[in-house]
C-alpha cells in the first residue's frame, strides 16, 4: 500500500479486511509513521486453518475471536455456545470477518487490533525507529 522509505527495515505484513474502517486507520497510522507493510486482504486470498492455529500459539486465541461484530450476532446460538479454541479457530476460517482487525505479524511478535498508543509503544520499538509523541 505504501513504497518503503526505510529499505533496511523490516516489513511487517498487516492482515485484515481492505474495506473496514479499523484497517483504514491502522494503514493511515503506520503510512504516517513509515513503517512498511505488506498487506494480506483475507476477505480475497482466504486464511488458511493453519495460519490461524499458528496465531492462537503466539496469542491468546480469544484477542483473535471478533465477538462483537455482526458475523458474530448472525452465528446460530449453538455455535455461539461453549466456544473452545478449536471451535474458535474453525469459525474463523470459515468466517473471516470473525478475525478481529488487523493482524500485524512483525516476525516474532503479533499484534492484535488497532490501538495509537500501543502501537507507538510496541511497533516502533520493534521496527527499531524512534518513538513516537502522538497522543490520542
Known amino acids: 500500500m505504501t513504497a518503503d522509505p526505510h529499505p533496511t527495515s523490516r516489513r511487517l505484513r498487516i492482515f485484515g ?17 513509515g513503517l512498511a507493510f505488506d498487506f494480506v486482504d483475507y476477505r480475497q486470498q482466504g486464511i488458511s ?21 455482526t458475523t458474530w450476532r ?12 478449536s471451535r474458535a479457530l474453525q469459525l474463523m476460517a470459515a468466517h473471516p470477518s470473525l478475525i478481529k482487525r488487523p493482524v ?15 502501537y507507538a ?9 524512534p518513538e513516537s509523541t502522538e497522543t490520542e
Do not use: P, Y
Open 121 to 129: 509503544s510496541e511497533l516502533m520499538a520493534l521496527m527499531e525507529f
Open 104 to 118: 500485524i505479524d512483525c516476525g516474532e511478535h503479533l499484534l492484535v487490533g488497532f490501538d495509537r498508543q500501543r
Open 49 to 69: 486453518a493453519q495460519q490461524l492455529a499458528a496465531w492462537s500459539q503466539r496469542c491468546d486465541w480469544k484477542l483473535l475471536l471478533n465477538t462483537r461484530g
Open 74 to 85: 448472525k452465528l446460530a446460538e449453538e455455535q455461539r455456545r461453549d466456544i473452545d479454541e
Open 17 to 33: 479486511i481492505r474495506n473496514c474502517d479499523t484497517m483504514k486507520k491502522a494503514f493511515t497510522w503506520l503510512n504516517d509513521h
